[in-house]
Every structure is written in C-alpha cells, then in structure tokens.
C-alpha cells in the first residue's frame, strides 16, 4: 500500500521520499519499478530491455516526478536525524512534496520509559517534519492480537500504542475479507479521519504479481488509483 501510494503521488508530476526501515532499497525498487511498468515483479530480472524502456517512457512522460529511496536500519534512527536527512536533500535544490515512511513504529526514539510512550513521542515528531518540511507524512502501524483477520477494525486494534492514533490527522485501516484475496480485493477503511467523513470503506483491485493496486479492472494495472490520491490530497500541507 505505501508503495502504491508513493508511486501515485509521483505520477501527479510531485516528489516523492519513500524511506524504508524494513525492506532493502533493492526490494522496494523492484515493486516500485513493477508498478511503474507493468512488468511482473518476479520478471524484472529477465526482462531487462522492455524494463528500461518502460521506465525511460515513464521519465520522458512525467519529467518532474521524482522517486526517492533511503534506507534506514530499523530502530537506528530518530525523527531528528530524518529530519537532517531531508534537510540535506533540499539543500541539493529538492523540495518534497510528500514522505513515505515504512514505517514509524521502527523509529528510534530516546525517550519514552515503555513502547507506549516511545512510538507516541516517535509519532508526534515525526508530524512535526511535516510541519517543518510543509509536506504530508504518510506511514503504517501494525494491529493488535485483536486486530488480526478484524473486517474493518477499529482504531481500538492499533498495536503498541495508542498515543499514535491521537497524534495522526488520518488513520485508514487496510484489510480483506475471507473470499478478497482469492477476488485480487484489498479494502480500505476509515479509522479517523480530521478533514472528512470517520466512516466508510472503499475496495480496491490489487494485481498480486506487480503489487499494484488500483480502483479500475485487475487487469487495468497501469492506472492510477484516483481514491488512494484522494486520500493523499486530503492530507493536506
């Protein structure tokens, strides 16, 4: 999902940080990069001439979308540090229009005597950067024992701590019913919500072999999903 969500943003012509502390800067290029294209992921590495050329079209069609990926060991580095990160990136004449961050539970964070205090001071600060850098911060979180296989869970469900749910402006829940993954459905909920509606879900076609998702036809894969990029612009700088 954050990966959809960051290749969406890019195709509105924006730049977009898409910081891992879980997976290499390798794996999410090649789900980026089957996204982008069309090609399956598993299939990258045997289809190189059509993958460059698709991602050279991509380039030419969309010549001020920007893509950026910085990995992070989890649980090393803090918002602050992030923060000179980004820092540095605007001082080379980058200004980001959105951060992704997979994901803010792997923040590192000094403070906090307990995972309670430690992910809510890790969740306030990292919103502070999209204060101080005036662009949207969007990450994940894990559910809760109680969470697991939930249709539509509730804010309730949120692993860990729930001083994050209080410090996001929006929290969407993503989930599947029994018969969705056999239907290529994924779902989207509405936890909380400060610029709309607290209720309400939405389905989504997801294409397992690229990891693409989208609100048209399986098969349409190279379109953008127009609610996912709803939700983005209602995140507001």
């Known amino acids: 999902m954050l990966g959809n969500i ?19 800067e390798m794996v999410y ?9 069309g090609i399956e992921v598993n299939n990258l590495r045997y289809e190189l001439p059509q993958l460059e050329d698709k991602l050279q079209s991509f380039i030419t069609n969309n010549p001020t979308s ?30 980001l229009d959105a951060i992704v961050l997979d994901y803010v539970n792997l923040m ?12 809510k001071i890790a969740t306030e600060q990292v919103r502070a950067l999209s204060y101080q850098y005036n662009c ?4 994940a979180t894990q559910l809760n024992r109680s969470g697991y296989d939930k249709e539509d869970p509730s804010l309730d469900t949120i692993g860990e701590s729930m001083g994050l749910a209080m410090g996001a402006d929006a929290i969407f ?35 397992y072999p690229t990891l693409t998702i989208s609100d048209g036809d399986i098969h349409d894969i190279g379109s ?9 612009d209602g995140l507001g700088k």
């Open 224 to 232: 953008t999903s127009a609610d996912v990029i709803s939700v983005m």
């Open 108 to 119: 590192h964070s000094p403070m906090g005597n307990n995972s309670y205090e430690r992910v």
């Open 6 to 24: 960051a290749c969406n943003i890019a195709k509105q012509g924006k730049t977009v940080l898409l910081v891992s502390l879980e997976m290499s």
């Open 66 to 95: 920007r893509l950026l990926i910085k990995e992070f060991p989890p649980s090393t580095i803090t918002p602050s540090q992030l923060g000179a990160f980004i820092k540095k990136i605007q001082q080379n004449g980058v200004e």
């Open 29 to 37: 290029a090649k789900r980026l990069a089957g996204n982008l294209t």
């Open 173 to 207: 829940s993503v989930f599947q019913k029994e018969e969705d993954r056999d239907l290529d459905i994924i779902r989207m909920g509405v936890m909380k919500n400060r610029f709309g509606p607290n209720h309400g879900t939405s389905e989504f076609s997801i294409h």
């Open 136 to 139: 949207p911060v969007i990450t």
